[in-house]
């Protein structure tokens, strides 16, 4: 049993309060996921950059890391001016105009033990083990600004409990998977994945359906055709909340068994596997309130 919560802003008034609301709805998810959270958050601007904007990098050391020499290091590797925003003494965001590849092929050289949890021209991805309240407190994501954000609270069923496998998992620039649910023939997907070139890094069976979507998406499919396709070769029950840099996607299996509830107002989008972490949104009594049907796919485009 997990929980997953989601906002998609369409009032731009609204963005300085995005983390505040994200974090709410988070916490009130917590009986449904106690060992570990995570977050997404999709912003226009990470602030004053000494650098042309380029890919922002989520990075985690599970034994911490000195984040300005990694800085220096990588600038050196690459060539490209990087800037550091520490978020604590274990995860950094790191900015570059370097060539993705050539950015995340250099954190391999000259960072081995660093963990790259999300990247993207948008996204900004935190997850770590404990309770939400306790992971937003420590990372200030009620101070975070933007116009879109995913999070998960996680009771792990078919993994460990580290940060590695907690979510979201973020494969691809501004893709990023949240998943309440379990995925019954996740090992033969992986493995058609692996003969096709494509690695996993956990043993979790979410991250099987976040390669699935990034492969398909690389192929130039919608994501919408990246769902559906998730949903022909992948059996289980399961409840997703997918977001690219423009747009925010949810879709449950064939039978719904896993809990969802989405919200609509003029302001914005909001989803949850529950509606008590939804009730304090602002305009929330006046909102659109319904269940996602099975196979249905709802998507909202920026």
Same mark, same amino acid.
């Given at each position: 049993?997990?929980?997953?919560?989601?906002?998609?802003?369409?009032?731009?008034?609204?963005?300085?309060?995005?983390g505040e609301l994200l974090?709410?709805? /988070?916490?009130?998810? #917590?009986?449904?996921?106690?060992?570990? @959270? %995570?977050? &997404?958050?999709? =912003? *226009? !601007?990470?602030?004053?950059?000494?650098?042309?904007?380029?890919?922002?990098?989520? /990075?985690?050391?599970? #034994?911490?890391?000195?984040?300005?020499? @990694? %800085?220096? &290091?990588?600038? =050196? *590797? !690459?060539?490209?001016?990087?800037?550091?925003?520490?978020?604590?003494?274990?995860?950094?965001?790191?900015?570059?105009?370097?060539?993705?590849?050539?950015?995340?092929? &250099?954190?391999?050289?000259?960072?081995?033990?660093?963990?790259?949890?999300?990247?993207?021209?948008?996204?900004?991805?935190?997850?770590?083990?404990?309770?939400?309240?306790?992971?937003?407190?420590?990372?200030?994501?009620?101070?975070?600004?933007?116009?879109?954000?995913?999070g998960h609270t996680r009771?792990?069923?078919?993994?460990?409990?580290?940060?590695?496998?907690?979510?979201?998992?973020?494969?691809?620039?501004?893709?990023?998977?949240?998943?309440?649910?379990?995925?019954?023939?996740?090992?033969?997907?992986?493995?058609?994945?692996?003969?096709?070139?494509?690695?996993?890094?956990?043993?979790?069976?979410?991250?099987?359906?976040?390669?699935?979507?990034?492969?398909?998406?690389?192929?130039?499919?919608?994501?919408?055709?990246?769902?559906?396709?998730?949903?022909?070769?992948?059996?289980?029950?399961?409840?997703?909340?997918?977001?690219?840099?423009?747009?925010?996607?949810?879709?449950?299996?064939?039978?719904?068994?896993?809990?969802?509830?989405?919200?609509?107002?003029?302001?914005?989008?909001?989803?949850?596997?529950?509606?008590?972490?939804?009730?304090?949104l602002p305009g929330i009594?006046?909102?659109?309130?319904?269940?996602?049907?099975?196979?249905?796919?709802?998507?909202?485009?920026?």
């Open positions: 049993m997990c929980g997953i919560v989601g906002l998609h802003l369409k009032n731009p008034d609204l963005q300085p309060r995005l974090t709410v709805m /988070l916490e009130a998810m #917590t009986t449904r996921g106690p060992d570990s @959270a %995570g977050i &997404a958050v999709y =912003a *226009d !601007t990470a602030g004053p950059s000494a650098v042309a904007p380029g890919m922002r990098y989520s /990075l985690r050391s599970d #034994t911490g890391a000195d984040w300005e020499l @990694a %800085g220096k &290091a990588l600038a =050196a *590797d !690459t060539g490209s001016e990087v800037t550091v925003r520490q978020l604590a003494p274990d995860s950094a965001v790191l900015e570059s105009p370097a060539d993705e590849a050539v950015f995340l092929a &250099a954190v391999r050289r000259a960072a081995p033990a660093v963990t790259v949890v999300g990247y993207g021209r948008a996204m900004v991805v935190v997850k770590d083990v404990g309770a939400p309240a306790d992971i937003c407190a420590r990372y200030g994501i009620p101070g975070w600004s933007g116009y879109q954000g995913s009771m792990a069923t078919e993994s460990a409990v580290t940060t590695a496998h907690s979510h979201p998992f973020a494969p691809a620039a501004d893709l990023a998977l949240v998943h309440n649910g379990s995925f019954s023939n996740y090992a033969t997907v992986r493995r058609r994945l692996a003969r096709a070139g494509v690695y996993c890094d956990t043993d979790n069976d979410s991250e099987v359906a976040a390669r699935l979507i990034a492969t398909r998406l690389a192929d130039g499919d919608s994501l919408e055709d990246a769902l559906r396709t998730v949903l022909k070769e992948m059996d289980g029950f399961f409840t997703l909340l997918v977001t690219t840099r423009t747009q925010f996607a949810v879709v449950r299996d064939s039978f719904a068994c896993k809990p969802a509830v989405i919200a609509q107002t003029s302001d914005y989008v909001a989803m949850a596997s529950e509606y008590h972490a939804l009730a304090g009594a006046s909102a659109d309130v319904f269940e996602p049907m099975p196979e249905e796919i709802h998507l909202w485009s920026r």
